[in-house]
Nanobody, 122 residues
Framework: QVQLVESGGGLVQAGGSLRLSCAAS????????MGWFRQAPGKEREFVSA???????GYAEFVQGRFTISRDNAKKTVYLQMNSLKPEDTAVYYC????????????????WGQGTQVTVSS
């Protein structure tokens, strides 16, 4: 049984930082590309960042230079370091896994976590 468990969300002031973690179990983690998506109230889930099994990374334009994705295959964990947070970053952040090389589309991902809430106050 595959499980992805996110942690690290919370309430932070604008300009602050948070580090999200996603711990995976039940899959050959090093063979999967991992992604982060987010969904704000009343909006569709959107791509934030992804990292291939070999640690090639990609980002949505709106987080370029502020967020950094990384992975630790030994710990089966993917991270999202979020700096210079803005109120518009407020959303539930989801971790996802795909056995494809890389993906920015929601449908590419096979497994999903339950999400962690990030709230940025102004």
């Amino acid at each position: 049984q595959v499980q992805l468990v996110e942690s690290g969300g919370g309430l932070v002031q604008a300009g602050g930082s948070l580090r999200l973690s996603c711990a995976a179990s039940g899959l050959s983690f090093s063979r999967y590309a991992m992604g982060w998506f987010r969904q704000a109230p009343g909006k569709e889930r959107e791509f934030v960042s992804a990292i291939t099994w070999s640690s090639t990374t990609g980002y949505a334009e709106f987080v370029q230079g502020r967020f950094t994705i990384s992975r630790d295959n030994a710990k089966k964990t993917v991270y999202l370091q979020m700096n210079s947070l803005k109120p518009e970053d407020t959303a539930v952040y989801y971790c996802a896994a795909t056995d494809r090389q890389y993906g920015t589309d929601y449908g590419t991902y096979k497994y999903w976590g339950q999400g962690t809430q990030v709230t940025v106050s102004s």
